[in-house]
């Protein structure tokens, strides 16, 4: 089959579901977010008393007296997490929608679960290629002999019975006396919302009259004809249509969340699909029903036909369907939209699409920004608000590396003072993970960027992570890294990364641990101290030229340090070994042998040097007492 079966899904109102979900209330039940004193999500329940986004809390309230009304979830600067606060207020609060991502990150991995092809679209939309298995589908059937062909000639006779509304088959926008394949729509085992009001399906009609073409009313024998078609694209998309009813039955059942569906032969197709006729519904868009569909259709409709190039093409031409569009030449079309994309607006305007369903990419930034509502002027304000955004960006970090095992190399912050429009961005190197213990570490680095730059009154502040990757290539080196295991003369010891530097193989001794950590360094308040390549005194770093702000004074021994991972990770390993050293027991040593550079470079000893014995070296004093400091990089 060479035909491609695409499905496109697409939760229902889904802010509303996921707060419906969570106080288990049913959808029957009239119920909205909002967001200060607005409407951001509206059920269908709600709908019904038409309301819709955008409407004021006061209007909710008027029209409909007994609708349910939940306050997205907040921060304040006393809150680790997001809490569902009674009275928020966007002065004192931070909107956030972790309760929403959470849930989408669920959705999708059940949805995952039934496609190889896996594209997450957004939020609460998502393709799966169900073209593999529809096929293995295919050829059971035909091995089983369960497909029942036309005489003449020889195609595969299709019933649309219980698949769902097919587009040009059903006339989805009134009641007919007789049965239709909308009647069985849903999944069977699934009971339907309660039909609309009448205000409401009034409403329903004017939209349905732009997303989709009105279709012209057939006889009931008409219908009944038309309930099967000729063709083994059809067959595809109808095996598709029951996949899709079983994912769409498994996402309730599980997850009691409900979604409709579009099922079509390529992305763009199943996008509209899923569109005519929510809530809880599916519709299959046939091959031949193509073109009688979108000939009406506004092509602003089409995804990516919208926005500025839709906007181009109705101004150049004053056309607004895709119809019309068929008029212009090809020639026209990439002469004022370019050759590429004169190409790809001729194609997508009759339903030619050949996107591939691809795994989305991950994010590649994650920030939290807050408008400040009036703006602050004191620095406290400031401060304040850097700690609540710090806040929310230490838990989606800790979230995406559990997920994803990646970690952000670029930190920054990005604050608009009142008196400017323009944004300022400050950045810096991301905290390594394993010393990003708190949030408040995200909110002083953030203070230290701004530093003392003038920044209130702030209308805006934002904080960003970019630049991930994987953890091994942020990470920096541990300790252990610094020996290896080796057996000698049959004896297991521990070889330390020798420096190029390094004596002659026969001229090397085994040294004990202790020979890493300098003894001048066992007292790190002595003032004759060895000092560490990564440490150094305040006044030494400051006439290097680096910013006092971005120093980091050590806890442990009080020296400071260079911001960045690896001053900061090596420092870590400097104490590590240090108390290695401090804590073994007096009069017994650890055997270690330097590892030889040409084993470092991957090669080995010759034969001949395999038996021969170390020789202590003549210096031995200097050579078994080398300091910690040669294994970590100058500055």
């Known amino acids: 089959m060479k035909k491609r079966v695409i499905m496109h899904i697409d939760l229902d109102s889904f802010y509303a579901q ?30 019904a008393f038409g309301l819709k986004k955008m409407s004021s809390v006061d209007e909710a309230r008027r029209l409909c007296p007994e609708i349910t009304l939940v306050h997205v979830a907040s921060m304040t600067a006393e809150d680790s997490a997001p809490q569902y606060h009674p009275n928020p207020h966007y002065s004192t609060h931070k909107i956030s929608l972790d309760v929403y991502r959470n849930a989408s990150k669920t959705i999708m991995t059940l949805l995952s679960r039934f496609s190889n092809s896996f594209q997450r679209a957004s939020i609460d ?120 009813n079983d994912i769409r039955d498994t996402v309730f059942k599980e997850l009691h969340y409900t979604c409709s569906a579009g099922i079509s032969h390529n992305k763009t197709l199943a996008k509209i699909g899923s569109g005519l006729n929510k809530p809880f519904k599916q519709s299959i868009l046939l091959e031949d029903q193509v073109l009688p569909f979108l000939e009406p259709l506004p092509f602003s409709k089409i995804r990516n036909l919208g926005g500025k190039l839709g906007t181009e093409i109705e101004e150049a031409w004053n ?20 050759e590429a994309q004169g190409i790809w607006v001729h194609d ?10 691809t795994f989305t990419q991950l994010q590649k930034s994650l920030g939290a920004v807050k408008s400040l509502r009036p703006p602050v002027s004191k620095m406290a304000d400031v401060s304040k608000w850097l700690h609540v955004l710090a806040s929310e960006i230490f838990l989606r970090l800790k979230e995406d590396h559990e997920d994803h095992a990646r970690w952000p190399r670029t930190f920054s912050v990005i604050y608009r003072p009142n008196i400017s429009r323009q944004s300022t961005a400050r950045s810096g190197p991301m905290p390594s993970r394993v010393r990003l213990t708190t949030p408040d570490i995200l909110a002083k680095l953030a203070l230290s960027l701004i530093g003392s730059a003038s920044i209130v009154p702030c209308g805006m502040l934002s904080l960003n992570c970019t630049s991930f990757a994987p953890e091994e290539s942020t990470t920096t080196t541990s300790v252990t890294h610094f020996f290896k295991k080796v057996e000698q003369d049959g004896e297991k010891v521990v070889a330390p990364v020798q420096s190029d530097d390094h004596v002659s193989d026969g001229q090397e001794e085994k040294p004990h641990i202790g020979a890493f950590c300098n003894e001048s360094l066992q007292s790190s308040n002595s003032e004759n101290q060895t000092q560490h390549p990564c440490l150094r005194p305040l006044n030494a770093v400051l006439n290097s030229g680096i910013d006092k702000d971005h120093c980091i004074c050590c806890d442990i021994c009080g020296q400071w340090i260079e911001p960045d991972d690896l001053s900061l990770a090596e420092h870590q390993d400097y104490h590590v070994a240090l108390t290695l050293h401090q804590s073994e027991p007096a009069g017994e040593s650890t055997i270690i042998t330097p590892r030889s550079q040409s084993s470092r470079k991957g090669g080995s000893n010759s034969s001949a040097d395999k038996g021969k014995k170390r020789k202590k070296p003549e210096n031995a004093a200097e050579s078994s007492n080398p300091s910690i400091s040669r294994f970590f990089k100058p500055l």
């Open 125 to 244: 939309e998502a393709y799966l290629d169900l073209t593999d298995e529809v096929n293995a589908r295919i050829e059971k059937m035909k091995a089983d002999g369960s497909i029942e062909t036309d005489p003449d000639s020889g195609l595969p006779i299709v019933d649309w019975t219980g698949a769902g509304i097919v587009v040009g088959l059903s006339d989805v926008d009134k009641k007919p006396p007789a049965p239709t394949v909308s009647e069985a729509s849903t999944p069977s085992s699934i009971q339907s919302p309660p039909p609309m009001e009448e205000s409401d399906m009034c409403e329903e009609r004017q939209h349905q009259a732009v997303q989709s073409p009105k279709l012209v009313p057939v006889a009931p024998e008409a219908i009944e004809r038309k309930l099967t078609t000729l063709g083994w694209a059809d067959l595809q998309l109808r095996i598709g249509a029951d996949i899709c």
């Open 319 to 338: 056309i607004k369907t895709c119809g019309e569009l068929w008029k212009i030449p090809l020639p026209a079309l990439q002469t004022t939209l370019g």
């Open 348 to 357: 997508i305007s009759r339903g030619i699409c050949s996107e591939s369903v």
């Open 18 to 47: 996921v707060e419906s979900v969570r106080l288990g209330l049913s959808n029957d039940v009239p119920l909205a977010v909002q967001q200060w004193q607005l409407l951001t999500a509206v059920n269908y329940a709600a709908r």
